[in-house]
């Protein structure tokens, strides 16, 4: 994936603007969810819009018990309420079945009995099957569903915080996996027919989606569905620079004390830390960010989540 820097007027008209948090339930909102999550709300905001949450829970091997409710009981205590009934992926099968029928009927999607083995040769790209035939493997009892992509198949769209992008899905990514073989549906299908079905506008989420984009722009146009404009959020590093991940126990938020979670994520948004220098509550909080959000301020580049806490800007009180 190239880009280059690139700014997207925000400030854009009166078309109804919904954007949506989708957390996976894989462990307890941390540092870099909630950026996500403030965010993607603000946006909405700013834009007159709704926030919709989602839980995207079609991956049983990696949820964690209880983490979705956590999670929306967390994001309750940060004040970022859905503006709709709460959508949970495990409850909506029949529409992902449904488009991914429609894709296996105009052959735009193929069974493949490739395993990981098969295409280690091409990096894991797939480009053609080259399994002989169906695999015995109890892990994985059904055959992969996969996107044919064209060869050449490009993709560019303009990024609301990174600019232009660009991806050539054939040569980097290949055909890509729209329901796996151990049976459980691809977070690609999923996103797209859920961002569509929910009539979402735009999405803003963390940069390490970045590159799953251009997959789903191509799923869109397969499927006839309209592309969303989409904002790629900075990420957050632990102190070893590494991303944090919502499976890494190491940065939980404390619910109980929302505010210096939130002042975090507001200077990790590059946003002024004295806006919110004097609120007390977190209704206060998020009327002063409203007011004051800046979205051209939002930052390309990761930050840091030490260097953040060491700002005596983003701990005062
Ligand atoms: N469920 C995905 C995650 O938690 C995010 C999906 C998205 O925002 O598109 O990483």
């Known amino acids: 994936m190239s880009?280059?820097?690139?700014?997207?007027?925000?400030?854009?008209?009166?078309?109804?603007?919904?954007?949506?948090?989708?957390?996976?339930?894989?462990?307890?909102?941390?540092?870099?969810?909630?950026?996500?999550?403030?965010?993607?709300?603000?946006?909405?905001?700013?834009?007159?819009?709704?926030?919709?949450?989602?839980?995207?829970?079609l991956d049983p091997p990696r949820e964690v018990p209880g983490a979705a409710q956590r999670q929306l009981d967390a994001l309750s205590a940060f004040g970022l309420l859905s503006d709709g009934p709460v959508?949970?992926?495990?409850?909506?099968?029949?529409?992902?079945?449904?488009?991914?029928?429609?894709?296996?009927?105009?052959?735009q999607a193929f069974v493949c009995h490739c395993s990981r083995s098969d295409l280690a040769a091409s990096g894991g790209v797939h480009r053609r099957c080259v399994a002989h035939g169906p695999r015995v493997d109890h892990a994985a009892p059904q055959a992969a569903v996969r996107l044919r992509v064209a060869d050449?198949?490009?993709?560019?769209?303009?990024?609301?915080?990174?600019?232009?992008?660009?991806?050539?899905?054939?040569?980097?990514?290949?055909?890509?996996?729209?329901?796996?073989?151990?049976?459980?549906?691809?977070?690609?299908?999923?996103?797209?027919?859920?961002?569509?079905?929910?009539?979402?506008?735009?999405?803003?989420?963390?940069?390490?989606l970045l590159d799953s984009t251009p997959r789903q722009i191509l799923l869109q146009r397969a499927l006839g569905l309209p592309t969303p404009a989409y904002a790629h959020l900075p990420l957050l590093l632990d102190a070893h620079g590494r991303k944090l991940s919502k499976s890494e126990a190491a940065h939980p938020l404390d619910p109980a004390d929302p505010l210096p979670a939130l002042r975090a994520a507001w200077a990790a948004l590059g946003q002024a830390p004295q806006a919110l220098v004097?609120?007390?509550?977190?209704?206060?909080?998020?009327?002063?960010?409203?007011?004051?959000?800046?979205p051209a301020q939002i930052p390309q580049a990761a930050s840091s989540l030490a260097a953040m806490h060491n700002d005596p800007g983003t701990n005062a009180v």
Do not use: M, N
């Open 152 to 208: 050449g198949a490009t993709v560019e769209f303009d990024d609301g915080v990174l600019g232009r992008q660009r991806q050539d899905v054939a040569r980097e990514v290949g055909d890509f996996v729209l329901r796996r073989a151990d049976g459980h549906w691809a977070y690609q299908l999923a996103v797209v027919v859920d961002d569509a079905d929910q009539g979402i506008s735009d999405i803003v989420r963390g940069a390490d």
């Open 3 to 57: 880009g280059h820097k690139h700014s997207i007027d925000f400030e854009r008209g009166a078309a109804a603007y919904r954007g949506r948090f989708a957390p996976s339930p894989t462990g307890d909102l941390h540092a870099g969810s909630l950026l996500a999550a403030f965010g993607s709300w603000l946006l909405a905001r700013r834009h007159g819009g709704q926030w919709l949450v989602r839980i995207e829970d």
């Open 87 to 107: 959508v949970r992926q495990s409850q909506r099968h029949a529409l992902y079945a449904a488009s991914l029928q429609r894709l296996l009927d105009a052959d």
């Open 278 to 294: 004097a609120v007390e509550t977190v209704t206060q909080l998020l009327s002063a960010a409203c007011d004051s959000f800046s």
